[in-house]
């Protein structure tokens, strides 16, 4: 469902800024490839998602049929399952009731979150925007720069790279530093940025894994198969406390 939502929402800023992108295509030179697959694979997920939401079963029948062929076969292998067709049909049809139950039931949920996610995305923007307007002059156009960002960031996500590192800097240097005409300070601020919103999460998170012991035992199974965090002052399954939460749970009573 989030993915639907920013989906939605990258393909209407798509929409909104399209006749500033054909002209930037123009500008762009080779990065314009990258922005025409940006804009395919935005409205291509988009249709896929929407098909998922509207008729589930779609999904599920082109999963039976592919069962038997050479992809199917090679799925069953590599996910070492040779029913993953029937789970994939009852999956998606699960899929749509949970899609409906969400949209229908919640509509105002969904949009106050839509709201959110654009906020998220301009103040994401706003992080390599800030340092490559103070690298290369206040001269960059903002929605020739929104509409590269969302293009740069979908297209990016398909290049099978860890936390598509390197593959972000080099599809936005292409078409930002084509942008701005100065493709060397241009690196300069998409690094800046990256720095702070990627690697340096995983330098402190790295510091944080390694240097932090990790305690035993945190979680526990209860009674009724479900794992729970352990607390300071909760007794151990079997104990008095544990005995006294099944005879609850049987009775209907609270322990």
């Given at each position: 469902?989030?993915?639907?939502?920013?989906?939605?929402?990258?393909?209407?800023?798509?929409?909104?800024?399209?006749?500033?992108?054909?002209?930037?295509?123009?500008?762009?030179?080779?990065?314009?490839?990258?922005?025409?697959?940006?804009?395919?694979?935005?409205?291509?997920?988009?249709?896929?998602?929407?098909?998922?939401?509207?008729?589930?079963?779609?999904?599920?029948?082109?999963?039976?049929?592919?069962?038997?062929?050479?992809?199917?076969?090679?799925?069953?292998?590599?996910?070492?399952?040779?029913?993953?067709?029937?789970?994939?049909?009852?999956?998606?049809?699960?899929?749509?009731?949970?899609?409906?139950?969400?949209?229908?039931?919640?509509?105002?949920?969904?949009?106050?979150?839509?709201?959110?996610?654009?906020?998220?995305?301009?103040?994401?923007?706003?992080?390599l925007y800030a340092p490559l307007v103070s690298?290369?002059?206040?001269?960059?156009?903002?929605?020739?720069?929104?509409?590269?960002?969302?293009?740069?960031?979908?297209?990016?996500?398909?290049?099978?790279?860890?936390?598509?590192?390197?593959?972000?800097?080099?599809?936005?240097?292409?078409?930002?530093?084509?942008?701005?005409?100065?493709?060397?300070?241009?690196?300069?601020?998409?690094?800046?940025?990256?720095?702070?919103?990627?690697?340096?999460?995983?330098?402190?998170?790295?510091?944080?894994?390694?240097?932090?012991?990790?305690?035993?035992?945190?979680?526990?199974?209860?009674?009724?198969?479900?794992?729970?965090?352990?607390?300071?002052?909760?007794?151990?399954?079997?104990?008095?406390?544990?005995?006294?939460?099944?005879?609850?749970?049987?009775?209907?009573?609270?322990?």
């Amino acid at each position: 469902s989030r993915l639907m939502e920013s989906n939605l929402v990258q393909l209407l800023i798509v929409f909104i800024f399209f006749r500033k992108g054909i002209n930037l295509m123009a500008m762009a030179g080779k990065g314009s490839y990258l922005l025409i697959i940006g804009m395919v694979a935005t409205l291509g997920l988009t249709v896929i998602l929407i098909l998922a939401f509207k008729n589930p079963h779609l999904l599920g029948s082109l999963a039976l049929k592919l069962d038997k062929s050479r992809f199917g076969r090679f799925i069953a292998k590599v996910s070492k399952d040779d029913a993953w067709a029937e789970k994939f049909c009852v999956w998606t049809e699960d899929l749509g009731k949970g899609f409906k139950l969400l949209w229908v039931n919640n509509t105002g949920a969904i949009l106050a979150d839509m709201g959110l996610y654009i906020v998220d995305q301009l103040i994401y923007a706003l992080a390599l925007y800030a340092p490559l307007v103070s690298f290369v002059g206040p001269n960059v156009p903002i929605p020739e720069f929104l509409l590269t960002f969302i293009l740069c960031s979908i297209v990016s996500v398909f290049i099978p790279t860890p936390g598509a590192a390197g593959s972000v800097e080099a599809s936005f240097v292409l078409v930002l530093g084509a942008l701005t005409g100065k493709p060397a300070e241009t690196m300069s601020a998409i690094l800046i940025w990256r720095l702070g919103t990627f690697y340096l999460h995983i330098l402190f998170g790295s510091v944080i894994y390694f240097t932090v012991p990790i305690k035993s035992n945190v979680y526990i199974q209860g009674s009724d198969g479900i794992f729970r965090r352990q607390h300071k002052n909760r007794m151990k399954p079997g104990t008095a406390l544990d005995a006294a939460t099944t005879q609850g749970q049987n009775s209907g009573t609270k322990p």
